[in-house]
């Protein structure tokens, strides 16, 4: 057995968490509570650190005035939790900011990367029999998304249907690798127990 | 035969064929073969491509909850990094990751006889994902101004002989999440820098599309992908050790769903009305 007291911790928060597989109970509820404890004060505290390293700091010590700006806009966002009105709508501005910026942060390298060059790469020279299966997959699928009456019509409500058909061998392979995602983290905490803890596992 | 009873065998039965299925193959190991995928043979071959004394970026973006599929990758590439002699600055986008880039700098840097600041640099935890990975492109020693241990940038060997993003040979990203794609986004796309990385396994389909059209030089996808890497550099893990493990209870699952399955249409063609 392991002598480190963080890895016995460690083990016993596992065991706790899986008695959830028999049937609710306070052991798991007692890690539950302590996770979502110390996630939120893991978060309170490094949102601190971020607020003094990046913005307080910088004002104070090496006179970045310019640093006020971020300070009172994210003092702004807290107005919707205060009675006033006004106050309320001022933290509009902060959250149209945000949006703002992470809009046109996006727009920047996802119009090509996400849309120009994902069409450039579906327009393949038709060569193998799969390209001919991509071709119809892609077809059958933006077919299916003719909402109007003219899409659900003629040979368009037919393409329409293999498209669902598509789609649903794509949302199975997904499924699949989530489900080997979620048996790769057991595996994890079982190579943890029994290797590092029980010690009875290279 | 009561082919309905096939529907209602009790979970936690279940429960105790997947620890099983599990823990036996962990314990004594099968030895099933593990075929290279393609994808995974890419990222290898890029990193093996690089020369030595090549700047590249690592991007432990997980945490934790993730740390069975994320760490193999990880820990496989920085050591492949490290016998390329590549000098490596780990940056991380999520809160817990800085504590990945450090283990895996304590478990290879001594290794490797590498040298803090020379070789290899842990920047600190940024907060703003593709905010910040735009800011790497437009200014990576202004963003980083200090290193994880609060030194100065400005004296440390291995940021002097860097000017920007565009003497970054390969940026290597780790994401449960989406930051891959924001890579792609900011710095592929941008400043034509390669990119690649290792996702979970609920993110493979949605990297696909981009490891297809070649942005994505490659990809490791979840356990499977540490294990294959691990295979490729000659380094046996905690990947391939679970291997035998993801395989048996994959098999458990489609019987699972077999019999399920069976005892549905049975008891439907009975007029049982099986649910």
Redesign the interface.
Known sequence: MSTSSGVWVAAILTIFAYTYLYKDNPFFKFAEHLFVGIGAAQAIVMGYQNIVEQAWRPLVTKGSWWMIIPLALGLLLYGRFTKSRSAALLSRLPIAFLVGLAAALSIRGALDASLVRQVVATMTPMKTITDWIFMLAVVTTISYFFFTAFGRVGILKNTAEVGRWVMMVAFGAAFGNTVMARMSLVIGRLQFLFGKWILIMK | MNWNSLQKIDI?VW?VL??LS??IP??KPLGLPLSISKDVKTVYDTIEALKPGSYVIVSPSYSP?????MWPQHAAIVEHLMRKKAKIIQVSLD??SVMYAERAWKTYGPKFDQKYGEDHIIMP???GL??VI?AMGRDLKALYAEDYYGTSTKNIPLMQGISGIKDVALVIDFMPGNTL?DY???I???YHIPVTGGV???C??TMM??V????CRGLL????GGAEYELLINSPG?AI??MD??SL??VL?IVAIALGNIGYLASRQKGGGGK
């Open positions: 936690r429960y997947l620890v599990l823990f962990l314990l909850g993730t740390d069975a599929e809160l817990s935890y940024k907060a593709d905010v735009a794609v792609l986004r900011q592929e796309s941008v979970t396994g609920v493979i389909p599309p981009y297809q059209s070649g942005q996808g979840g356990m499977r905690a050790g679970g493990a993801q209870s994959h699952v």
